[in-house]
């Protein structure tokens, strides 16, 4: 049996985009599931094990992509920018419409 794609969602604070993504993908019986926050406020805090863990990881803004790379350099060449703002509540219905729409393209 194959592996599993390991994925990481990372947002600013681990509260509403990447608990979102996380909840939306986590059913699905080819993917392992995470997420993370590059803030000490708020939910799971994104660490380097974690990065190192991903097979790929997906960012909400360029700005996290940058914290991943000063984390774990080299994981540049793993992280997926999807553009999302922090405007959106966790299970608002424009943004998991956006997660579907930009992350499902690099899935297995």
Not at 17 to 42: C, H, Q, W, Y
Not at 57 to 81: H, N, S, W
Request: charged share 30%; glycine share 6%.
């Amino acid at each position: 049996m194959q592996r599993k794609m390991r994925v990481l969602f990372v947002c600013f604070a681990n509260v509403d985009r990447s608990p979102t993504a996380e909840e939306m993908f986590k059913g699905r019986p080819d993917l392992d599931v995470t997420s993370a926050g590059i803030s000490a406020v708020g939910g799971r805090q994104l660490t380097g094990d974690l990065v190192g863990w991903a097979d790929k990881i997906f960012v909400m803004e360029a700005e996290q992509a940058d914290y991943v790379e000063a984390l774990v350099p080299g994981a540049r060449a793993k992280t997926i920018v999807l553009d999302i703002p922090d405007i959106y509540r966790r299970n608002h219905p424009k943004l998991r419409a956006l997660l579907e729409e930009r992350v499902t393209p690099y899935l297995p």
